[in-house]
């Protein structure tokens, strides 16, 4: 175990899911503090019970991350409390598919863009600002394989994962020079318990491992990928 990220403070909207977890683990395994959000207590109880002695440096909200007031109130508690935010990671997101556009429902249409485009929104403006007070950061963004890939049945989550792309490659374009990275993370088909169970004739030895993704993540909020910025980086594994 290194500790590259001793001292300091991250933000992992999601941070109890499939993906979540191994990022939240990752980051407590490299010394940071690390405040994650979630929906459900108990899967807060059985990260924290996971992470053992580095449960201490592990810190819970239930807020939901498609309201923005709620979004700016954590971040609020967040800096009041540790008087920085040294990294933001959103692995928040939803899938629908299967449906042909015009036979989707305009209610899933509008879930997958407050999951996969205004989560991201909302996180990566309050980020910004407290970012921007200290002259650094790193916001990481996992959007989809599917934004550039737009197969049919899935009008809808492509749409919302290509305008995450396209609102954090903006966003990296206004960081310029501030001392604020911004990159997004394309993964296709993640090996977790939720995807086996809805896929459970597939090869799951050609998924990509969460534990896998996060050390990708890890190593974009870090000081070793200082020159990468603006970036959608593929991580597709052998799927």
Not at 96 to 124: D, H, P
Not at 144 to 153: N, Q
């Amino acid at each position: 175990m290194s500790a590259k990220f001793e001292d300091r403070v991250v933000l992992v909207a999601g941070g109890t899911g499939g993906l979540g977890r191994a990022v939240t683990r990752a980051f407590l395994e490299e010394r940071a503090q690390v405040v994650v959000t979630y929906r459900a207590l108990g899967e807060f109880d059985a990260l924290k019970s996971a992470a053992g002695a580095n449960g201490s440096r592990l810190e819970g909200h239930a807020v939901d991350v498609t309201d923005e007031a709620a979004v700016r109130q954590l971040m609020e508690k967040i800096v009041g409390k540790y008087r920085r935010l040294d990294a933001m990671v959103s692995t928040v997101g939803g899938y629908a598919g299967g449906t042909k556009l015009w036979e989707l429902e305009t209610k899933v249409f509008e879930q997958m863009l407050a999951l996969n485009l205004c989560s991201g929104y909302a996180l990566s403006r309050a980020a910004v600002r407290a970012m921007l007070k200290e002259g650094h950061g790193a916001i990481v963004n996992v959007a989809a394989k599917a934004a550039v890939d737009h197969a049919a049945g899935a009008a809808a989550y492509a749409a919302s994962k290509s305008a995450a792309v396209a609102l954090l490659d903006s966003l990296a374009a206004d960081l310029k020079g501030s001392g604020v990275r911004v990159n997004s993370i394309l993964p296709s088909i993640i090996d977790t318990e939720a995807n086996r169970k809805a896929m459970p004739k597939a090869d799951f030895a050609k998924w990509p491992k969460p534990e896998d993704i996060a050390r990708v993540i890890l190593f974009l909020c870090s000081d070793d990928a200082r020159v990468i910025h603006g970036a959608a980086i593929p991580v597709y594994g052998d799927s």
